[in-house]
């Protein structure tokens, strides 16, 4: 691989979710965001429409900077789903509906008139950690990334671990409840569905929905479909029984999940990134609790559970990171 400075342009990072679609400018040697541009992703419109919603967003950050694209090293793509780096290519994605076999780095290189890289979101959260932020120095390490779904991505003696065809890391669609509810990706009682900020928010609405007594009714004016993750963490730190519950569950199925983390990948530190980490030990302490718990006892006491340090900005900056270290091939 090519030192992050190889190239003395700036990047072009997206990271495509579920739900939102975060861009941003880096700088050349990758450690910095120096313009960033937001907008929903409204998966459900189809991937030309979500592609047509990325290039206007690099459009408007390159106007922003008075900047031409001529000027950019190279695009790097962080999205949601298998992806297959090498190909460019989303193979399948629970969270981006129809996405199957999507040549998604050709699309935006053709469409940008600039190479483009495209790698796993929780892998490109996951190297950002790794490069820059909380694991900076750690060898082996588990990032999970939990918002609208579950991303998972393993770092082993300081190489991303990818697997034979590319699609290693999908550990929020590790199986944890074999009946549990149905997740996007087909499959029942994935780690997903259980505890995802989706299913904390599906989990409150239909407690509420039964009649149970929750601050969460006031909070979303009586309207269930506007409960949110983030709405269930508000009523819960307000001191909320239902909310609280509802989070303590979601905690400790991701709690069971990183049991299994723990005895297989024996890691120094997991990181707990993505939206629904916002939560912080609200989240964490339960989780903790769990590991300590369940877990093989000399993996337990040598693992850290921490927060991500660099937040939403992870995907971005590991993204651009990654397409340098790759020479923007």
């Given at each position: 691989?090519m030192k992050?400075?190889?190239?003395?342009?700036p990047v072009i990072?997206?990271d495509l979710g579920g739900?939102k679609?975060a861009?941003g400018?880096v700088?050349?040697?990758?450690y910095e965001i120096l313009a960033?541009?937001?907008?929903?992703?409204?998966a459900d419109?189809g991937?030309?429409?979500i592609?047509?919603r990325v290039?206007?967003?690099?459009?408007?950050?390159i106007?922003r900077q008075?900047?031409?694209?001529?000027r950019?090293c190279?695009a790097?793509i962080?999205?949601?789903?298998v992806?297959?780096?090498e190909a460019?290519?989303?193979v399948?994605s629970?969270?981006?509906?129809?996405c199957r076999n999507?040549?998604l780095?050709d699309?935006l290189?053709?469409r940008?008139g600039v190479?483009?890289v495209l790698i796993?979101?929780?892998?490109?959260?996951?190297?950002g950690?790794?490069?820059?932020?909380?694991?900076k120095?750690?060898?082996?390490l588990?990032?999970l990334t939990?918002?609208?779904g579950?991303?998972?991505?393993i770092?082993?003696?300081?190489?991303?671990?990818?697997g034979?065809s590319?699609?290693a890391?999908?550990?929020?669609?590790?199986v944890?409840e074999a009946n549990?509810?149905?997740?996007r990706?087909?499959?029942t009682?994935?780690?997903?569905?259980?505890?995802s900020?989706?299913?904390?928010?599906?989990e409150a609405?239909?407690h509420?929905?039964?009649g149970?007594?929750?601050?969460?009714?006031?909070?979303v004016a009586?309207?269930l479909?506007?409960i949110?993750?983030e709405?269930?963490a508000?009523?819960a730190?307000?001191?909320?029984?239902?909310a609280?519950?509802?989070?303590?569950q979601?905690?400790t199925?991701?709690?069971?999940?990183m049991?299994n983390?723990?005895n297989?990948f024996n890691?120094?530190?997991?990181v707990?990134?993505?939206?629904?980490?916002?939560m912080?030990?609200?989240l964490l302490?339960?989780v903790?609790?769990?590991?300590?718990e369940?877990?093989?006892?000399?993996?337990?006491e040598?693992?850290s559970?921490?927060?991500?340090?660099?937040g939403?900005?992870?995907g971005?900056l590991g993204?651009?990171?990654?397409?340098?270290?790759?020479?923007?091939?």
């Amino acid at each position: 691989m090519m030192k992050a400075d190889g190239c003395r342009s700036p990047v072009i990072a997206v990271d495509l979710g579920g739900t939102k679609i975060a861009a941003g400018i880096v700088s050349a040697g990758g450690y910095e965001i120096l313009a960033r541009e937001y907008c929903p992703t409204l998966a459900d419109d189809g991937i030309e429409a979500i592609v047509e919603r990325v290039v206007s967003a690099v459009g408007r950050l390159i106007s922003r900077q008075d900047m031409d694209l001529s000027r950019v090293c190279c695009a790097s793509i962080a999205a949601c789903g298998v992806i297959d780096p090498e190909a460019g290519v989303i193979v399948f994605s629970p969270n981006l509906p129809g996405c199957r076999n999507i040549p998604l780095r050709d699309m935006l290189r053709d469409r940008l008139g600039v190479k483009a890289v495209l790698i796993n979101d929780a892998n490109a959260a996951a190297w950002g950690e790794h490069q820059l932020g909380v694991g900076k120095g750690v060898d082996n390490l588990v990032c999970l990334t939990v918002g609208t779904g579950i991303g998972g991505a393993i770092i082993i003696d300081g190489r991303l671990y990818t697997g034979s065809s590319g699609s290693a890391g999908e550990i929020g669609h590790m199986v944890i409840e074999a009946n549990g509810p149905r997740c996007r990706c087909g499959n029942t009682g994935c780690l997903e569905a259980l505890a995802s900020g989706t299913a904390i928010a599906r989990e409150a609405a239909a407690h509420v929905s039964r009649g149970e007594p929750s601050s969460l009714n006031e909070i979303v004016a009586g309207r269930l479909e506007d409960i949110t993750a983030e709405k269930v963490a508000l009523a819960a730190r307000e001191g909320d029984s239902l909310a609280l519950n509802v989070i303590n569950q979601a905690a400790t199925y991701l709690g069971v999940g990183m049991v299994n983390l723990v005895n297989i990948f024996n890691p120094e530190m997991i990181v707990v990134g993505g939206g629904v980490a916002r939560m912080g030990d609200l989240l964490l302490d339960p989780v903790r609790r769990v590991v300590r718990e369940r877990a093989f006892l000399v993996s337990a006491e040598a693992v850290s559970i921490v927060s991500s340090r660099l937040g939403n900005d992870a995907g971005m900056l590991g993204a651009a990171i990654f397409a340098l270290q790759q020479g923007g091939k």
